[in-house]
């Protein structure tokens, strides 16, 4: 049994929490808030042990095995640096920092204090994609040539929402363009360099933005995100020997379909959630909480750390720094 805890009582952790209720080896144990009446009323919800009214109160519980990180993005570093102090493995929700500074050093913490360190990069522990791993591994569309990923959500302007504001790491790039990114980057490894436009706000944040990434055989990746328009949000897979489309919503569709060279249906798969499709995270932190590990192979810190690389790199291209970076 492995006992969770989580930080923040936001909108995603309570996608998370209803998928550790569904499973038999996670324990809800302990819920943080920043105030004690959200931590209880979060907990009677959810059914969690403990209600804590503050982050570092969680952080001490000794009883707790590894700490859920759903907070936004500006207090990820905070976050997970206060519960490896304190001895608690953690599983961090996307995109794991401000930027590649931050992510080192939450990496480099962990190895010092042999505790547990994952980006909740649920994407790449769901079925379809493992599939379309399994079908590139395998050689069906031969050599990849050229990707295509999107993910862009139609948000209203909000000056107080998180995703607004640079104070809060705000931007499509951090909050959605990490997932077509990363897509691309597990795909094709790390390009050797890229070409980045962005829309940005008179709020001082990304609101559409597009990434390519180009490799040296001359295939790339094309991605874009944002918070301007509402799309399928679809990916394609090309290669010299065929090609390979995921569903609408890619990044956690469970449908994907393989096609021969001459784009005739080869075969296609659905995956529908045993829960709500974060079980899977879930039970790789859990795999590797049992195996000893100290990172994950699914998703490994030399990866997230190039997508770090990537996004630091876009930012710099746009002249769009986090307040948190201004004296950098
Ligand atoms: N994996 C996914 O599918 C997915 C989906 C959505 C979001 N996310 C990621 O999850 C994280 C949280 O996103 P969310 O949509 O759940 O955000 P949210 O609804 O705004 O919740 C964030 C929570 O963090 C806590 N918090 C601590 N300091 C805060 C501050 N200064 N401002 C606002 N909240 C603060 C709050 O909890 P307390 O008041 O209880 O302390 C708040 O409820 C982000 O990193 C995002 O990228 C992942």
Same mark, same amino acid.
């Given at each position: 049994?492995?006992? !969770?805890?989580?930080?923040?009582?936001?909108?995603?952790?309570?996608?998370?929490?209803?998928?550790?209720?569904?499973?038999?080896?996670?324990?809800?144990?302990?819920?943080?808030?920043?105030?004690?009446?959200?931590?209880?009323?979060?907990? #009677?919800?959810?059914?969690?042990?403990?209600?804590?009214?503050?982050?570092?109160?969680?952080?001490?519980?000794?009883?707790?095995?590894?700490?859920?990180? =759903?907070?936004?993005?500006?207090?990820?570093? %905070?976050?997970?640096?206060?519960?490896?102090?304190?001895?608690?493995?953690?599983?961090?929700?996307?995109?794991?920092?401000?930027?590649?500074?931050?992510?080192?050093?939450?990496?480099?913490?962990?190895?010092?204090?042999?505790?547990?360190?994952?980006? =909740?990069? !649920?994407?790449?522990?769901?079925?379809?994609?493992?599939?379309?791993?399994?079908?590139?591994?395998?050689?069906?569309?031969?050599?990849?040539?050229?990707?295509?990923?999107?993910?862009?959500?139609?948000?209203?302007?909000?000056?107080?929402?998180?995703?607004?504001?640079?104070?809060?790491?705000?931007?499509?790039?951090?909050?959605?363009?990490?997932?077509?990114?990363?897509?691309?980057?597990?795909?094709?490894?790390? &390009?050797?360099?890229?070409?980045?436009?962005?829309?940005?706000?008179?709020?001082?944040?990304? @609101?559409?933005?597009?990434?390519?990434?180009?490799?040296?055989?001359?295939?790339?990746?094309?991605?874009?995100?944002?918070?301007?328009?509402?799309?399928?949000?679809?990916?394609?897979?090309?290669?010299?020997?065929?090609?390979?489309?995921?569903?609408?919503?890619?990044?956690?569709?469970?449908?994907?379909?393989?096609?021969? =060279?001459?784009?005739?249906?080869?075969?296609?798969?659905?995956?529908? &959630?045993?829960?709500?499709?974060?079980?899977?995270?879930?039970?790789?932190? #859990?795999?590797?909480?049992?195996?000893?590990?100290?990172?994950?192979?699914?998703?490994?810190?030399?990866?997230?750390?190039?997508?770090?690389?990537?996004?630091?790199?876009?930012?710099?291209? !746009?002249? @769009?720094?986090? &307040?948190? %970076?201004?004296?950098?």
């Amino acid at each position: 049994m492995i006992r !969770w805890g989580i930080i923040g009582t936001g909108k995603i952790a309570r996608t998370f929490a209803a998928a550790l209720q569904g499973l038999d080896n996670s324990v809800t144990a302990a819920v943080a808030s920043r105030t004690l009446e959200n931590a209880q009323s979060f907990a #009677e919800e959810f059914g969690f042990e403990k209600a804590y009214g503050s982050y570092e109160e969680l952080a001490r519980d000794e009883s707790i095995d590894i700490v859920y990180i =759903a907070t936004p993005m500006h207090k990820h570093y %905070e976050d997970t640096l206060l519960c490896l102090e304190n001895g608690r493995n953690v599983l961090c929700e996307k995109s794991i920092a401000l930027n590649t500074k931050q992510a080192e050093e939450m990496f480099a913490k962990a190895e010092e204090k042999g505790l547990f360190l994952m980006e =909740a990069m !649920w994407m790449k522990m769901r079925p379809a994609y493992l599939k379309v791993r399994q079908w590139i591994n395998e050689g069906r569309i031969g050599d990849i040539r050229y990707i295509k990923a999107d993910f862009n959500n139609f948000i209203p302007f909000d000056k107080n929402d998180r995703l607004f504001k640079p104070e809060c790491g705000g931007g499509a790039l951090l909050d959605l363009g990490v997932y077509p990114i990363t897509f691309a980057v597990a795909l094709m490894g790390e &390009p050797s360099s890229i070409e980045t436009h962005a829309h940005i706000g008179s709020c001082g944040i990304d @609101l559409s933005n597009s990434v390519t990434l180009l490799y040296p055989n001359g295939a790339f990746a094309s991605t874009t995100s944002g918070f301007e328009v509402q799309n399928r949000n679809n990916a394609v897979i090309a290669g010299d020997k065929g090609s390979i489309t995921m569903g609408d919503w890619f990044f956690c569709s469970p449908e994907c379909t393989l096609y021969d =060279a001459e784009s005739r249906q080869i075969e296609d798969r659905l995956f529908p &959630p045993e829960i709500n499709g974060y079980e899977y995270e879930i039970r790789e932190a #859990e795999k590797c909480l049992a195996e000893g590990l100290k990172t994950s192979r699914a998703v490994p810190p030399e990866e997230t750390l190039t997508i770090m690389r990537i996004m630091d790199e876009c930012r710099r291209v !746009w002249d @769009l720094k986090f &307040p948190q %970076e201004s004296a950098l």
